[in-house]
């Protein structure tokens, strides 16, 4: 083979194997942010949903302490046990406050495996509860698009509109940066790349039974991407709710949640 028959090889084969490289390196990255290994340190909590439609969040000790002061939950009440493990900080709160506060020019809920979509028309075809799915998907989208709007109402503020324009300019500039999707293969590509889930594009994932969730956690492996796992799609919902109370979210008044925090934080 003369030189210039293996130089055009070579040329092909970086053409076809390089870019297969790069993205199987980017699928298995992905692998490795959601199983970062051992956090810097972890919080535990315990949320209370009783009949009444009411959450109650507290730490692991706020609620050992209740039940050794004999006091009860009200009968048919569920408990949801959750995990919150830092990364970036050293303290959950921290993490959580910083990932879901900062200044993003993109936003991307990803709602979960392709199955996901059954719950449109084939309930029944999905591995999980589509109710509480729907529900934990509504929640967070809205969480995150309430935080981006306020972000962007004090940018148009300080950019000198008056309340009606920065309004509008939250308002579209949320519709603009606001994106969905599901677990499929290119968005664990996206993801282990990070071309979502970094600095300036959040990416919110949400990973249940239908994922194969092995345990209640929520986590922040970096900056700009926050993975809530539970075993069950109605974990997933409490989880959500949990972190309303860890970083002091307030939905507009008449969306709120029914929630009551008693962690003393």
Not at 42 to 59: D, G, H, K, M
Not at 116 to 128: E, F, T
Not at 232 to 247: C, G, H, K, M, P
């Amino acid at each position: 083979m003369d030189n210039r028959r293996l130089a055009a090889v070579l040329i092909v084969l970086l053409v076809i194997i390089a870019p297969i490289s790069y993205v199987a390196y980017s699928y298995h990255s992905f692998n490795g942010l959601i199983n970062p290994g051992t956090p810097k340190t972890s919080a535990e909590y315990v949320v209370v949903y009783t009949p009444s439609a009411q959450f109650y969040t507290l730490t692991a000790e706020e609620y050992r302490q209740l039940l050794e002061s004999g006091e009860k939950l009200p009968p048919g009440s569920k408990l949801f046990n959750v995990t919150v493990d830092s990364y970036i900080t050293g303290s959950p709160g921290v993490d959580l406050n910083l990932t879901l506060r900062s200044v993003y020019r993109q936003f991307t809920i990803v709602m979960g495996d392709p199955s996901v979509i059954n719950c449109k028309d084939n309930p029944q075809l999905y591995v999980g509860d589509c109710r509480y799915r729907t529900l934990a998907v509504s929640e967070i989208s809205g969480v995150v698009a309430s935080i981006f709007a306020a972000n962007y109402y004090l940018k148009g503020i300080n950019m000198g509109y008056d309340n009606v324009t920065a309004k509008q300019y939250a308002f579209n500039q949320t519709q603009l940066g606001y994106r969905k999707t599901y677990l499929n293969f290119w968005t664990k590509v996206d993801l282990g790349r990070g071309k979502i889930g970094n600095e300036e594009h959040l990416a919110v994932l949400l990973i249940g039974p239908a994922e194969g969730a092995k345990e209640n956690r929520i986590f922040t492996p970096r900056r700009g991407v926050l993975v809530i796992e539970g075993t069950t799609d109605e974990t997933l919902r409490a989880e959500v709710v949990l972190i309303e109370n860890i970083i002091s979210f307030k939905w507009p008044e008449g969306n709120e949640t029914k929630t009551i925090n008693i962690t003393g934080g």
